[in-house]
Structures are given as structure tokens and as C-alpha cells.
């Protein structure tokens, strides 16, 4: 029964009572005013709102089930709800501009079932603005829960909650305003286009899959505990910025065919910085691996793809991670001046694009490691190469 307005009204000995008309049985629901007030501060949220499909529009209070009379969600603290899809919703923001404090999608989707969010913008802002969004019941369709054309507008760090390892969330319009990003959870959001927003990223869980290299608008870059995977359905280079700190283990992945240059701005105490995957095969350049200092012990693992190590130094610098690790079928590729390793790991294959000397003694250009653990290694620039 879908509730339209809570009017007051006196009754003959002087208490307020409320009724509440609906749209589609005629009648008059009694109740105490005590009773209302209870409900509304423990029971229902005055600024909750939920989507059941009676428009496609964004303004039409025929769209809401709220205890809202004729409300829809436009403020900063109103929470949008959208219930499992029973089919494919376009919601049409109409060019206008709402304001929300949560976008609440519950997930459950099957089929070609799904919502979708254009022309217009969604301004996030209130206290701790969040997206939650949920997992489709068809868990072996690659297809996103919830994809939004509109702009976002951040007007306050917005944390984007992947609450399931299937839960996927498509953002193809741009990203705006002073707040950050945050992602938390176990999902994938996917950013398709350059944005704007300026108050950075950081990546807490789940999967941030990005498909411009200025998809991180501005501000610092942290991964601390997820994922950053670039992808690109085409053959493009990513290159310059993003410069990332890695604060807690977290991964970076460029997907098979796909190549991108990035510094990494520091790793933290103790952390473990991932590159690459199993399935993630690109060819990451890295030209900067920063303050990865000895104190910080932190440890380095290639699990996918090749790494190439951008800058003639940067080898060298390896040997402040107290390990190093490398998966099986992985490539590292050296400059010139060599590289030095502490607890050197796997059986990938180093690289070099001159012969190099492995603890003084020569070998060819490529080595490949066995499946065992080295204590320390130094390769060092073969003086008499040709």
C-alpha cells in the first residue's frame, strides 16, 4: 500500500492524532500522537525514501514511498532507496540538480534487470554521504547493479560501499565538487571518463577500476587494503599521473594488453605492494617507488604481468623492501645500472636491457629464478658489455 501524506488533526478533547491517505484503498488510519512520535524517532526515518516505480522521474512524488507528504529526496540528509529491480528502470533526473546524503542500492538484480541514473546531478553531501550498492542474484553476468550517466557532485568525502564481492556499480558520467572519494567493501566501481573532484581517493576494499588515467580527479591517492585496475577495451597507453602511496597491502593491476606508467609515492610500514594479478597481465612502468624506506620494512610482489622498472635507479631501490617476491610466468625488466634484492622470491624472470653480473658473477640478459628463496641478490651493470 503505497502511503501518500500524515496530516494532524485535533481530536474532540484537545490531543493531535494523524491519518494517512493512501492512493489506493480510501480510508483513515488512526493514530496517537504519542504513537507517532515514536515512529517517527525510532521506527521511520522522516528523511527516508524508497523508489517503487510509479514514475521515471526523479521529481515525481508518485515515484517515492515516504513519510515525506508529497516529498521526494532532495537534501542533505534524505536517503534514496532503491529496492532489488524488477525490471529496467531509467530514473530522469530532468536536467535539475537533487541533493542526498545516501544512494542506497540493495542489489538482487537478475536478467537484463537494472537501474539507471541520467541527465541531471546528484549532489552528495550531509554527514558521512555514502553510495552503497549491492550484488546482482545473477552472480555470472557481467553487468552493473547500477549504472549512472548523470554527474555526481561530492560535496563532502563520499564513501562508494561494494557490499559483495559481486557487487558492481558503473559511474560513466563525471565526478565533481570539493569532497574525495572512498571506497570501501568488497565490489568493483568502474569510472569510465576524466573527472574533477578534488579532495582525492582513497581506495579502503573492493575494486576501483578506472578506464582514464585522470579518472582520479585531484588530490592525494591512497590504497589501503583494495585495488586500483586500469582497464581499457583498446590498446591505450596510461601514463603520468596517478602517484599513489600505498598506506596497507593493496594491489595494482593493469588488465591483459593494457600498459600504464606510474610512481609510487611511498609504501607504508609493513605494507605489501601488488602488481599485477593471475588474470590481470598488462605491463605496468614503474619510474618511482619513493620513501619505501628500510625502517618501513615493507615488501614488494609482482603477481601478474611485467613490471619495468622506469628509472635507472629504481632497480637499486629495490633492495630496501625487506622481500621480493615474483609469481610464476611474471617478467621484471631492469635498466642498465642493476638491482639489489633482500628474501628474493618465485620463479618469474628478470630482464635487463644489458647483460648483468648476479653477485658478481656474469649471466645473460634474462634469468629466470627457481622456485626458491634468496637470502640477498645484487645484479650490477656488465662494464664490458658491448
Not at 118 to 141: E, I
Not at 145 to 173: I, K, Y
Request: charged share 15%.
Amino acid at each position: 500500500m503505497r502511503q501518500r501524506s500524515i496530516h494532524p488533526i485535533k481530536s474532540n478533547r484537545g490531543a493531535e492524532i494523524s491519518f494517512k491517505i493512501t492512493s489506493r484503498v480510501n480510508r483513515i488510519l488512526f493514530a496517537s500522537a504519542s504513537t507517532t512520535a515514536i515512529l517517527l524517532s525510532s521506527g521511520v526515518n522522516a528523511q527516508t525514501f524508497t523508489w517503487d516505480g510509479g514514475s521515471s522521474d526523479w521529481a515525481n512524488y508518485f515515484a517515492w514511498l515516504s513519510s515525506i507528504p508529497d516529498g521526494i529526496p532532495d537534501s542533505p540528509t534524505a536517503e534514496a532507496i532503491f529496492p532489488t529491480p524488477p525490471g529496467a528502470f531509467a530514473i530522469n533526473l530532468g536536467f535539475n540538480t537533487y541533493t542526498v546524503n545516501r544512494l542506497t542500492f540493495q542489489g538482487g538484480a537478475t536478467g537484463d534487470n537494472r537501474y539507471g541514473i541520467f541527465s541531471g546531478t546528484l549532489a552528495l553531501a550531509g554527514a558521512d554521504p555514502t553510495v552503497s550498492f549491492g550484488a546482482r542474484s545473477d552472480t555470472g553476468r557481467q553487468l552493473a547493479e547500477v549504472t549512472t550517466s548523470a554527474t555526481l557532485r561530492l560535496d563532502a568525502t563520499t564513501t562508494f560501499d561494494g557490499t559483495d564481492p559481486n557487487s558492481f556499480m558503473v559511474v560513466s558520467g563525471l565526478i565533481q565538487g570539493s569532497g574525495g572519494l572512498n571506497l570501501t567493501g568488497t565490489g568493483t566501481l568502474q569510472l569510465d571518463r576524466a573527472n574533477t573532484y578534488t579532495g582525492g581517493t582513497t581506495i579502503s576494499g573492493g575494486t576501483l577500476d578506472i578506464r582514464n588515467v585522470n579518472a582520479l580527479g585531484s588530490g592525494p591517492i591512497s590504497l589501503a587494503g583494495g585495488h586500483l585496475r586500469f582497464t581499457n577495451p583498446g590498446a591505450s597507453v596510461f601514463s603520468g599521473r596517478p602517484d599513489f602511496a600505498i598506506d596497507r597491502d593493496g594491489t595494482i593491476s593493469a588488465a591483459a594488453g593494457t600498459a600504464m606508467t606510474l610512481g609510487i609515492r611511498s609504501v607504508g610500514n609493513g605494507a605489501t605492494a601488488h602488481i599485477g594479478t593471475s588474470s590481470d597481465t598488462g605491463t605496468i612502468t614503474l619510474t618511482d617507488i619513493g620513501s619505501a624506506g628500510a625502517s618501513r620494512r615493507p615488501s614488494f610482489a609482482i603477481d601478474g604481468g611485467t613490471v619495468i622498472a622506469g628509472s635507472s635507479l629504481l632497480g637499486r631501490m629495490f633492495g630496501v623492501f625487506r622481500s621480493f617476491s615474483m609469481a610464476p610466468d611474471t617478467v621484471l625488466e631492469l635498466s642498465s645500472w642493476g638491482a639489489d634484492f633482500n628474501n628474493l622470491q618465485g620463479a618469474g624472470t628478470i630482464g635487463a636491457i644489458a647483460p648483468l653480473s648476479i653477485n658478481g658473477v656474469m649471466q645473460q640478459r634474462l634469468c629466470t629464478l627457481e622456485p626458491t628463496a634468496v637470502t640477498r641478490m645484487t645484479l650490477m651493470e656488465n662494464s664490458s658489455r658491448q
